[in-house]
């Protein structure tokens, strides 16, 4: 069964306390190539069926709908894995 993979992640401009708490983390276990850390969300939809444009118009209407809080987060990707 084919699977749909949608991805959330916090604005842009929207301190994430998770990312930057992991970023210190990293730091401190000395991986300093990595400055910063921002931290989403990951759905993995699974599909009856096949794919076609109608269900992925259906998920990327359900993650900004249901899956986003679209106030502070953007759904960046809705896509088939």
Request: net charge negative; aromatic share 4%; no cysteine.
């Amino acid at each position: 069964m084919p699977t749909i993979v949608v991805e959330v992640m916090p604005k842009p401009e929207l301190l994430d306390p998770a990312g930057k708490a992991t970023a210190g983390a990293l730091a401190k276990q000395g991986a300093s190539t990595f400055t910063d850390v921002r931290i989403g969300k990951r759905f993995e939809l699974t599909v009856e069926g096949e794919v076609t444009d109608a269900v992925l118009a259906e998920a990327q209407r359900l993650a900004e709908e249901f899956l986003s809080n679209q106030v502070i987060e953007d759904v960046v990707a809705v896509k088939v894995a």
